[in-house]
């Protein structure tokens, strides 16, 4: 049974960069499109950025031009690299795995991570 192993989560202050990992276990992760979900507490659970096998890649408007998602196929691991961050941002994020787009944005992921907290905060 393949899973997804989220690593990278943390405190930061407003401005900070943080990358978050994902690696997956038992299948290849090339094979699915991958992606980041996030959940602030009280909120919906918002899709934040996804990327096919392909390498093309899309951005919700809350992140784009300054979260950056990415896949290292060698490694089987995605990532998200985050910059100027703010306290908008903080949410639990979760990785997620799938064949199909749809989906993926319907929250039907073959594979999710288990989440990981990200906190910005002065």
């Not at 405190?11 to 699915?32: E, H, I, K, M």
């Not at 306290?87 to 787009?101: H, Q, S």
């Not at 989906?103 to 002065?122: E, K």
């Amino acid at each position: 049974q393949g899973q997804l192993v989220e690593s990278g989560g943390g405190l930061v202050q407003p401005g900070d960069s943080l990358r978050l990992s994902c690696t997956g276990s038992g299948f290849t992760l090339n094979d699915y499109i991958i992606g980041w979900f996030r959940q602030a507490p009280g909120k919906e659970r918002e899709a934040v950025a996804f990327m096919n096998s392909g390498g093309v890649p899309y951005y919700s408007d809350s992140v784009r031009g300054r979260f950056t998602i990415s896949r290292d196929n060698a490694k089987n691991t995605g990532y998200l690299q985050m910059t100027s961050l703010n306290p908008k941002d903080t949410a639990v994020y979760y990785c997620v795995a799938d064949r199909a787009l749809p989906r993926i944005l319907n929250a039907q992921c073959d594979y999710w991570g288990q989440g990981t907290q990200v906190t910005v905060s002065s």
